[in-house]
């Protein structure tokens, strides 16, 4: 069943989300304010989040800030509904890596659609993951093989060339936003928009790629065990490289290993 989080401090508005959600056939799980919405996002790993922006102790921007630093919920879809609606209060939502955002009052045909487009976006972004990991092991396959270089899953653009230089020096470690902000000298906000303006996707997923297909590599190249491989691709818990390469591939790592090693010795 399709989890989703909604983070709103009024009760009314809450209980109402709470309600239609359940109606459509999803697990809803409510959190009051910012700080308890982070704590259950992290418990609960929804598919996709809804927050309001004005909340006390953490306000949606902080909220959207601590997950997207946060390799176990970077890519959870997230949605903010709010009052707040000048062109401005949008903007930086967005900036901030927001996937929508829908200005109050909203009606629930419109957030069940704004659900619905985050979902099939997310469905895409897997099935084009799986698609990568079967270019990597048909490039295993073939003779040259060994030369192959998964650096090339990163975007070739003169204009970024700094971004990507740094995340290839460092991905085996665990960076993120922030840290390639910082190190190519640009706000958090700018990067995320420029990234995401030049290559279509947001900074912190071409991190996930490089890592997926180092990970895809090492699956299929050693005998490494699934933690030696998370630990090597940059992920301090293994639990989080299960979650991300089951969003990436439909399946658990040591799962495809095998059927790649036995599709690979078919085909050879």
């Not at 989890?3 to 009024?10: A, M, N, P, Q, Y």
């Not at 997950?67 to 903007?91: G, V």
């Not at 998964?150 to 993120?176: G, T």
């Amino acid at each position: 069943m399709t989890k989703v989080l909604v983070i709103e401090d009024e009760a009314e508005s809450r209980d109402i989300f709470l309600d239609s959600l359940e109606a459509e056939g999803f697990e809803a799980i409510a959190a009051e304010n910012g700080r308890i919405g982070v704590l259950k996002a992290q418990e609960h790993l929804p598919d996709l989040v809804i927050c309001d922006i004005v909340m006390p102790e953490l306000d949606g921007y902080g909220v959207l800030t601590t997950l997207r630093q946060n390799p176990l919920t970077a890519t959870i879809p997230f949605i903010f509904l709010s009052a707040k609606a000048t062109k401005a209060e949008i903007r930086q939502g967005m900036d901030l890596g927001a996937d929508d955002y829908l200005t109050k009052p909203s009606t629930i045909e419109e957030l069940l659609t704004a659900i619905a487009a985050r979902l099939k976006k997310q469905s895409a972004i897997k099935q084009c993951y799986a698609a990568q990991s079967q270019q990597v092991l048909e490039a295993s396959s073939a003779e040259t093989a060994k030369s192959t270089d998964p650096q090339s899953i990163l975007p070739s653009d003169p204009q970024l060339s700094e971004v990507f230089q740094f995340i290839e020096a460092n991905y085996h470690q665990a960076i993120n936003l922030n840290d390639v902000a910082r190190a190519v000298g640009y706000s958090a906000a700018y990067l995320t928009d420029l990234v995401r303006r030049q290559t279509g996707q947001p900074l912190h997923r071409w991190i996930i790629q490089r890592r997926m297909a180092a990970a895809c590599s090492l699956l299929l190249e050693t005998n490494q065990s699934v933690e030696q491989i998370a630990e090597a691709v940059g992920y301090r818990y293994t639990g989080c490289f299960f979650r991300q390469f089951r969003i990436s591939f439909g399946t658990t790592p040591q799962v495809w290993r095998n059927a790649q090693r036995t599709q690979g010795s078919t085909l050879s």
